[in-house]
């Protein structure tokens, strides 16, 4: 079975401190695929970044970036120097090769001003 | 280039009503996913289509739901005899498949259920 888990369910920093959130996956695939995806208020779910499993390498994209682990099968997301707009719920997600996503059950991010 | 669009935006019902959903998704895009999510929870994957066909639909809740891309466009989502736990944000998302095996899936704004 498959399985996304996000132990943070909120979590709360001042402007310009770093965060970092957490995402833990369980499959028995070898193939599948990480997301993260961002929603802010307005609820529409934004995409941040896909990760295959045979690509251990972080990346990094501005103020993101992330570490995928596959001993430790997590796939952690850290923003720096945070900002009020970083402010909404990220949701980790888990798809195999027949495409069907398993979505965590988010972390959701207050930036205070 | 126009995201995924949904139709209505929200959607208020009596119990017992029909309803239908509408997604329109990226114009190239070959995928097309639907979602359900209730508050505080992730989406939870309903049904999804390649083109026309419809390639996965145990994960439907119930017989009460249905979905449809007749022409492998646009897709509707009916839902039967709403219920009050059928209250919900439906989602639709879409891809286009390529090489890779999982691409990526791009979100609509959703369609907000209350059913009364």
């Known amino acids: 079975a498959q399985k996304v888990t996000q132990a943070q369910t909120e979590i709360s920093v001042v402007e310009k401190e770093d965060v970092t959130l957490d995402c833990v996956y369980e499959?028995?695939?070898?193939?599948?695929?990480l997301f993260w995806y961002k929603q802010p208020p307005s609820g529409e779910l934004v995409f941040l970044i896909r990760?295959?499993?045979?690509?251990?390498q972080n990346e990094i994209s501005g103020r993101y970036s992330w570490n995928f682990q596959k001993s430790t099968s997590s796939f952690n997301f850290t923003i720096t120097a945070s900002q009020v707009v970083d402010s909404a719920v990220y949701f980790c997600?888990?798809?195999?090769?027949?495409?069907?996503?398993?979505f965590g059950t988010g972390t959701s991010l207050t930036v205070i001003p | 280039d126009t995201g995924v669009s949904q139709d209505p935006r929200h959607k208020i019902t009596k119990r017992g009503q029909n309803v239908t959903f509408r997604c329109d998704p990226i114009?190239?895009?070959?995928?097309l996913y639907w979602y359900r999510q209730t508050l505080g929870q992730g989406p939870e994957f309903l049904t999804y289509?390649?083109?026309?066909?419809?390639?996965?639909k145990s994960r439907l809740l119930s017989d009460r739901f249905s979905a449809e891309r007749p022409k492998g466009s646009f897709s509707t989502l009916e839902i039967q005899r709403t219920e009050q736990g059928d209250s919900a944000m439906y989602l639709c998302?879409?891809?286009?498949?390529?090489?890779?095996?999982?691409?990526?899936?791009?979100f609509g704004p959703g369609t907000r259920l209350t059913v009364l």
């Open positions: 998302a879409s891809s286009f498949t390529g090489l890779a095996a999982s691409d990526t899936q791009y």
């Open positions: 499959t028995r695939d070898t193939t599948y695929y």
């Open positions: 990760r295959n499993s045979f690509d251990e």
């Open positions: 997600a888990l798809s195999l090769t027949g495409n069907q996503f398993y």
């Open positions: 114009s190239e895009h070959n995928r």
């Open positions: 289509f390649q083109n026309e066909a419809q390639l996965e």
